[in-house]
């Protein structure tokens, strides 16, 4: 069953730290691009971190939270993580783990999880 499962959202202060989980069906992670997209209330949704359907070389960062933000994953537990460090109000989002066979940094995914709430407070 294609499935992608978050975890690890929650309420944190602005300069907080929060780290993001997402395991992954078997059938979806390998081969395919993987990352986070986060929708902000008003604003369209934006690719936040991903890797490369041809590997963990180069993940892309969009440049609000490079040098904040960076993606990792364990293939042996087929999740990927977003740890988020100096966290800003403006992170303020849902955050939806995201595949797809070509790639993530089009704005546009095949496969999407349920999204988890990240709310950072000033």
């Known amino acids: 069953q294609e499935q992608l499962v978050e975890s690890g959202g929650g309420l944190v202060q602005a300069g907080d730290s929060l780290k993001l989980s997402c395991v992954i069906s078997?059938?979806?992670?390998?081969?395919?691009?993987l990352g986070w997209f986060r929708q902000i209330p008003g604003k369209q949704r934006e690719v936040v971190a991903a890797?490369?359907?041809?590997?963990?070389?180069?993940?892309f960062f969009a440049h609000s939270v490079m040098g904040r933000f960076t993606i990792a994953r364990d293939d042996s537990k087929r999740t990927i993580y977003l740890q988020m460090n100096d966290l800003k109000p403006e992170d303020t989002a849902v955050y939806y783990c995201?595949?797809?066979?070509?790639?993530?940094?089009?704005?546009?995914?095949?496969?999407w999880g349920q999204g988890t709430q990240v709310t950072v407070s000033s």
């Open positions: 995201t595949a797809d066979p070509r790639s993530l940094v089009t704005g546009w995914a095949k496969w």
């Open positions: 890797y490369r359907a041809s590997g963990p070389a180069s993940p």
């Open positions: 078997e059938d979806i992670f390998s081969g395919n691009a």
